[in-house]
């Protein structure tokens, strides 16, 4: 992104509805959302336990199935319309267009952190199991947790999981993450630390991010923060940094994070 994100589309939502039948009857949780984001973004959705957030997220992975509307995500040249695929394609399509981040990291307890990084390319394919591991290694450098990598996730604090679960989402290299409430069960000093790694991502890498949070204080984090509430998008929320600010969280040599 360098200071800016692109005008083009990469993710359109176009009257996208989410209704679960329940034993109370039907509960809509999306109400024709409509929204655009472009290369190289940072979004945040911001709203509170139950607005959609989550279930917002799902119709873009594709992880469910929506009611009404079309998620189109543009990747190669071409537009993709998720729900348009059949599972199988779906799962293949996502594994290697979009990364995700968990809150409670998800992880395989028993694979070393090195193995939980390289499982997402060995299903995709894309490497050799040699390539795979040499990548995996790169990506726990970048999150500066190499010196971990034959580890097991329970050797680990929650801070260095959720950068090897960064660094497993961005396995094969997708030009999407998707970030589910990824902060939220962490210290506010490691949170920031992660903020941080997501930042450079944009910057140094040109990822797209999508990241859904309860907490409206991150809002003028992002390039872009929109609110969700009972299933409606509100009016938008831009990011107040001032240029300077945006441009030391976004500068690697006026901000990095502290290895912890």
């Known amino acids: ?85 059949k599972e199988d394609e779906i799962a293949l399509w996502r594994g290697q267009m979009m990364g995700v981040v968990f809150q409670s990291f998800q992880l395989l307890p028993m694979l070393t952190l090195v193995e939980n990084i390289t499982l997402p390319m060995d299903l995709c394919g894309n490497f050799s ?44 290299d997708p030009p999407i993450i998707i970030a589910d409430e990824p902060t939220g069960s962490l210290d506010s000093v490691t949170a920031d630390h992660i903020f941080e790694l997501f930042a450079r991502l944009v910057a140094d890498q040109g990822k797209t991010i999508v990241m859904v949070t309860h907490d409206e204080s991150l809002s003028t984090r992002f390039t872009r923060a929109l609110q969700i509430a009972d299933g409606e998008l509100i009016t938008p929320k831009l990011a107040t940094n001032s240029k300077s600010d945006h441009e030391a969280d976004l500068n690697p040599k006026k901000s990095w994070w502290r290895r912890k």
């Not at 190499?146 to 094969?172: W, Y």
């Open 1 to 85: 992104m360098n200071a800016q994100a692109s005008t083009q589309n990469l993710i359109e939502l176009r009257d996208v509805v989410k209704t679960y039948s329940t034993a109370a009857g039907d509960f809509t949780a999306l109400k024709r959302v409509n929204m655009n984001i472009g290369v190289g973004e940072f979004v945040g959705i911001v709203g509170k336990s139950g607005a959609g957030k989550s279930t917002l997220l799902n119709m873009i992975t594709g992880v469910d199935h929506l009611s009404e509307g079309e998620v189109i995500i543009h990747t190669n040249g071409s537009p993709v319309s998720v729900h348009k695929k």
């Open 129 to 172: 199991p040699k390539q795979s591991r040499q990548r995996a290694l790169e990506l726990l450098r970048l999150v500066e947790i190499e010196e971990h990598a034959e580890k097991l996730p329970a050797l680990i604090s929650g801070g260095q999981q959720q950068r090897v679960a960064i660094a497993r989402a961005l396995a094969n």
